[in-house]
């Protein structure tokens, strides 16, 4: 998956673009998470998981750099 694609889907889904880089288990712990947050928050709380996911892709975009 493009870097572009990734951070769009990454503003919708977090978890999910979390997944598409390659964490499963990560990806399944923000969903438990983030699921709940979303409910009893209201959708403020939606941020967070936002730049979370950004920081994982640009991480994921520094190592493929490295290689």
């Keep these: 998956m493009s870097y572009p694609m990734n951070y769009v889907l ?5 978890p ?3 997944l598409l ?3 499963p288990f990560l990806a399944i712990f923000v969903f ?3 699921v ?4 009893f928050s209201g959708g403020l709380t939606h941020p967070m ?7 994982l892709i640009l991480q ?4 493929h750099r490295a290689r």
């Design 36 to 39: 709940p947050a979303l409910i």
């Design 60 to 63: 994921s975009h520094e190592d």
């Design 21 to 23: 880089l390659g964490r």
């Design 10 to 14: 990454a503003l919708l889904l977090p």
């Design 16 to 18: 999910l673009s979390i």
């Design 49 to 55: 998981f936002i730049v979370l996911a950004w920081i």
């Design 32 to 34: 438990l998470i983030w």
